[in-house]
């Protein structure tokens, strides 16, 4: 009862990691670190560390490395199943053909691997070396600004020549495992949305996709740092794939999330068992909206979480009156129950309850309809450019937006949620 309560309640329940995630994750540094360094590019273009640690040994057994990784890229990129398979040893080929068919499903047009540092020898096991390496990847699009991964590889040699033994996901990458590193996939492609899912529902690909194609065109309008994604990216996850891809771990109350995965993109995932038909459609055109509006990194302040999330709810209701947004009962409960009234101070903990979550969604939700109400949707889009994506302060950047300063108007929003639910 309690898990279709949540799902069929309201879509201001689902998203909260989203923001909390990616807010934690900058503040931890969590940007693959091939992007952090200082970097120049090899003859071939590959991104190299300037000061390559380690033995000249390492690094030639590094370059071989590499290299292989290159011809496997190309048979990969140029539909070759052999060819990918045919730098790893047989026993690896099992669950590297898998990986082959789910890329292949997603349609990937760049696969480019980089590393910073060299191989390093294997404790214990003469002859086998580890080597992590970043991998620069697009789906669908040709030369887009690639997404990155962290790969763990693992290696034997063979005389003078290494031999791919397994591929495994990095414990160091911040966005955690993807599904393509360990789910078969059935995809469907769209003109604006990819929409994967594992092959027990694939059924119900035609039905997303077509769902999403339409959040897509919703979540454009918030694309507030740049153009829109050349592609969404939606994964539809079982139960036990919501709790391995991209590391789990989310509260028991979501249904969906979007996390950064590099290159201006944020990938969006579905919990299949709480998600009603009756719901996706508000839930994709939010996490699509995250997917359009967040920067590429995430942005660090928990203060701007009722931002955030208000731009999400407000995509997500789509123009509806206010009064037929179905949250302001929670926001009722949420006033009386001690709520300090500061927007600053709404996000919800990952362990509040249902009501206190979905309390704190409306809120965000009607402040943000009411900065729309009173100064346009470009201008409150203007606000959240400042605030989200310049780290700008509200005062600084309500200035500078609206020409009124900001201990009014952050009164007035919540004068005006308070007003709204009486």
Known sequence: MGEQRRASQGRRRWPLWTALGLA?????????????????????????????PGTAAQRRLGERMLALLDRQAAALVGADRAGFLTVAEPAARPALTRRYEA???????????????????????????????????????PDCAPSTV??????????????????????????????????DLAVAVGKRVVVATTPAQR???????????????AADRYAVGGAPPDRYLVYYAGKGEWQRWYG??????????AVGV????????????????????????????????????????????????????????????????????????LLRGGWSGRLDAVAP?????????????????????????????????????????????PAQAADEVFGDPWSMLHDDCVAYVRGVVG
């Open 203 to 217: 059924r119900r690909l035609p039905g997303l996709l077509a769902q999403a194609e339409t959040a897509a065109r």
């Open 349 to 393: 903990a990952d362990d509040a309850s249902d009501d206190r979550v979905g309390g704190a969604y409306g809120v965000g939700y009607l402040a943000v309809r009411h900065l729309v109400d009173r100064y346009g949707e470009q201008r409150m889009l203007d606000f959240y450019r400042a605030v989200v994506h310049q780290g700008r302060p």
């Open 24 to 52: 934690l994750g900058l503040v931890a540094g969590a940007v693959p670190g091939v992007l952090l360094r200082e970097s120049a590019p090899d003859a071939a273009g590959r991104t190299t560390a300037k000061d390559d």
């Open 248 to 257: 789990g771990g989310r509260p028991k109350w979501t249904a969906g999330y």
């Open 150 to 183: 962290e790969l763990g590889t693992r290696w034997r040699l063979a005389g003078e020549e290494p031999r791919l033994a397994a591929v495994d996901p990095s414990a160091t990458d911040p966005a955690g495992v993807r599904p393509w590193q360990v789910s």
């Open 103 to 141: 890329l292949r499903a997603l349609r990937v047009t760049t696969w480019r691997s980089s590393a910073d540092g060299v191989p390093a020898a294997v404790d214990g096991k003469p002859g086998e070396w580890r080597f992590v390496v970043t991998v620069g990847y697009c789906f669908v699009v």
């Open 262 to 333: 590099g290159g201006g993109r944020h990938d969006v995932v579905l919990n299949a068992p709480i998600v009603t038909p009756a719901g996706i459609d508000d839930l994709l055109r939010h996490e699509l909206t995250h997917a359009a509006s967040l920067p590429d990194r995430g942005y660090a302040d928990r203060a701007d979480w009722w931002l955030v999330e208000g731009l999400a709810e407000y995509a997500g209701a789509d123009g509806q009156p206010v009064q037929r947004y179905d949250g302001l009962a929670e926001v009722r409960k």
